[in-house]
């Protein structure tokens, strides 16, 4: 494993001298059926199981089994090692006695030569057996990691089907509905460069890497699939927060327009047309204010018939993720106080009243507020969370788009 651990100097020139490319005949095609041989040899002859190589035992396995062993904390790394397999297992691997169609340069920045040692497509992974046969086991490793975070790229131009059936295994039942139309694979320049970039940092730091390591690195080498799969929880201090707020308010980037949800709260899934259709009709006005005194955030929310004004204490630190927007439409940058809501107060009339809300910023720039006053039965609101334990209260959402809801 030393040997993965510590990647060589010149690992940078390497992955230029052996770059995968989409062509027309990578994934085969052309309007005629027939046979189709490759130098005295049925095609299908050139076919091997890629998981039976030395290099796939030394460093794929590993790899997976590290992966693995964060899954059970983090779902986004239960779907990474799906979508790994899914390279080796959904796509046929033929090792051929080359040469390969030669990538156009332009898209290498390279500043040497180049031997084409792999193409890939969508279903097939098409190697140079001459070259692989002359490499070390160790560059054989750093290939087929290179094939595997390429085969990434290219999932991100396949139908949501395709991606599904990477992700949740090709016999899931969950995908049978997913769009099965593919769009035209276009790599350009950058491409390349962030797989290239993506090997490198995996060969040397994946033993210490964490999931939040990983999946950054995804987000910062732009493999963008249909599904936002990849989620960065990270850390933000309450001072931090303290001045996005401040430069929301400074910049005119909060919500003035307001949602009352409480119409939609017997419902636990409403269509997106009827949320759409709902706000369309009936947007209020709505006055938000958030700061943080000290230890604790103040918020105070006006809508036409509902008003709160709470503070709650906050921690040395927020959870801070990528998530969908209350009613999973559009992606915003979700900062809330992870599993806080304020303290039960008792109410004169009978019950418990306690708050809970999230933020959405969207580059950035304060563009919801979902606010929840719920009254609970008990004081540890022990029938339920959400509309099963509330007796009264409202739901309320603040955002000046309601484009957000609109159904695809």
Not at 139 to 156: N, P, R, V, W
Not at 192 to 206: E, K, P
Not at 245 to 252: V, Y
Not at 308 to 325: G, H, K, L, M, R
């Amino acid at each position: 494993m030393k040997k993965i651990m510590s990647l060589l100097l010149e690992a940078s020139l390497f992955f230029m001298l052996i770059p995968s490319v989409v062509f027309a005949a990578a994934n085969g095609g052309g309007s005629d059926g027939g046979g189709n041989s490759y130098k005295g040899k049925p095609i299908e002859s050139y076919a091997q199981d890629p998981k039976t190589l030395p290099a796939y035992q030394s460093l794929i396995l590993p790899l997976l089994a590290d992966i693995q062993s964060k899954a059970a904390s983090n779902n986004s790394m239960d779907v990474l090692a799906h979508l790994i397999l899914s390279v080796f297992e959904q796509k046929t691997w033929y090792f051929v006695p080359g040469p390969l169609s030669q990538i156009p340069p332009e898209l290498l920045n390279s500043a040497v030569p180049t031997d084409q040692a792999a193409l890939q497509g969508f279903d097939r992974v098409w190697i140079d057996r001459d070259i692989w046969n002359k490499m070390a086991v160790e560059d054989q490793e750093k290939l087929i990691l290179h094939e595997t975070f390429m085969g990434f790229k290219i999932l991100s131009f396949g139908s949501e089907l395709r991606q599904c059936n990477a992700a949740d295994g090709i016999n899931s039942s969950y995908c049978d509905d997913q769009g099965s139309i593919d769009s035209g694979i276009n790599l350009k320049a950058q491409d390349y460069a962030d797989v290239q970039n993506m090997t490198i940092q995996v060969a040397s730091q994946y033993p210490q890497m964490t999931a939040d390591d990983w999946v950054n690195a995804i987000n910062l080498r732009n493999f963008n699939f249909e599904w936002d799969w990849f989620r960065v929880s990270s850390q933000i201090k309450p001072e931090q927060l303290g001045e996005m707020l401040k430069r929301s308010a400074m910049t005119g980037y909060v919500p003035t327009h307001g949602y009352d949800l409480k119409l939609l709260s017997s419902e636990d899934h409403p269509p997106v047309t009827d949320v759409y259709n709902y706000f369309q009709n009936h947007k209020e006005n709505c006055q938000f204010q958030a700061t943080i005194n000290g230890n604790e955030l103040q918020i105070s929310l006006s809508g036409k018939y509902n008003s709160v004004q709470f503070s709650i204490p906050v921690p040395a630190e927020f959870n801070s993720d990528f998530a969908d927007t209350f009613h999973e439409n559009r992606k915003l940058q979700r900062i809330s106080v992870p599993g806080y809501e304020s303290l039960p107060t008792p109410r004169p009339t009978g019950g418990y009243t306690t708050y809970n809300f999230f933020l959405g910023f969207d580059s950035f720039q304060l563009a919801e507020v979902y606010i929840q006053e719920m009254v609970c039965e008990t004081k540890d609101c022990s029938d339920g969370h959400g509309s099963l334990a509330v007796k009264g209260g409202f739901n309320y959402i603040c955002s000046d788009n309601p484009q957000m809801f609109k159904p695809n």
